[in-house]
């Protein structure tokens, strides 16, 4: 089956730790995105990438790191300087302009 | 500045009556439109696009949206909604390789 991989489902931080969400995608398509999901503020944008070894800051990149070693994969970390990292993660993919397609994310919580 | 503007939290309407919900945009040049839909706890499903041709677009699930450049709005309709209906709407437009989300409408189908 074609599609988007986020996992895991349910990640839970200790203060002070960084940890990386995980978006693999099996369509083929250049662009990958992150979201950021908070109830009441839709869907914030974390970073983005074209192209394979490029990647773009979206609106709010502060706290988190990405990479993008292969067409196939777009890794999240949320590192330590993020100081409220609780919330509902997206990773997405699409062909350039076009629509993208999401995973079922990940729910990250701070405990 | 915000590209998109999904003006109200919340849709209520009565099974079988007509749906919309409100988007409206603001991008330079020509506009790609999405509309997405979210159960809770899942991540986005894409429902239809606007991208050029005809105004009315047709999409997924009976969904349709109208897209007029003079009021630079792209508004959702189902002319009988359902129960099952009821979940989170989004409305995005492409800036460039960004892909850019409203707040989101939730949509509560009273049955």
């Known amino acids: 089956d074609g599609g988007i991989t986020q996992s895991p489902k349910y990640l839970f931080r200790k203060e002070g730790q960084n940890v990386t969400l995980s978006c693999e995608q099996n369509?083929?398509?250049?662009?990958m995105y992150w979201y950021r999901q908070d109830p009441g503020q839709g869907l914030r944008l974390i970073y983005y990438?074209?192209?394979?070894?490029?990647?773009q800051k979206g609106d709010i990149a502060e706290g988190y790191s990405v990479s993008r070693e292969k067409k196939e994969s777009f890794p999240l970390t949320v590192t330590s300087a993020q100081k409220n990292p609780t919330a509902f993660y997206l990773c997405?993919?699409?062909?350039?302009?076009?629509?993208?397609?999401f995973g079922q994310g990940t729910r990250l919580t701070v405990v | 500045a915000q590209s998109v503007a999904q003006p109200e939290d919340q849709v209520n309407v009565a099974e079988g009556n007509p749906l919309t919900v409100k988007c409206t945009y603001s991008?330079?040049?020509?506009?790609?439109l999405f509309w997405y839909v979210q159960y809770p706890n899942r991540g986005l499903q894409f429902l239809l696009k606007?991208?050029?041709?005809?105004?009315l677009v047709k999409g997924s699930y009976g969904f349709e949206a109208e897209f007029n450049k003079s009021q630079t709005s792209f508004h959702l309709k189902k002319p009988s909604a359902l129960v099952s209906d009821s979940a989170l709407y989004f409305c995005?437009?492409?800036?460039?390789?960004?892909?850019?989300f409203g707040k989101g409408n939730q949509v509560v189908v009273i049955p």
């Open positions: 990438s074209q192209i394979v070894n490029d990647f």
């Open positions: 606007y991208i050029t041709g005809d105004n």
């Open positions: 997405a993919s699409s062909i350039l302009y076009g629509e993208a397609f």
């Open positions: 991008v330079s040049g020509n506009p790609y």
């Open positions: 369509l083929n398509h250049d662009a």
């Open positions: 995005a437009v492409r800036q460039a390789h960004r892909l850019a």
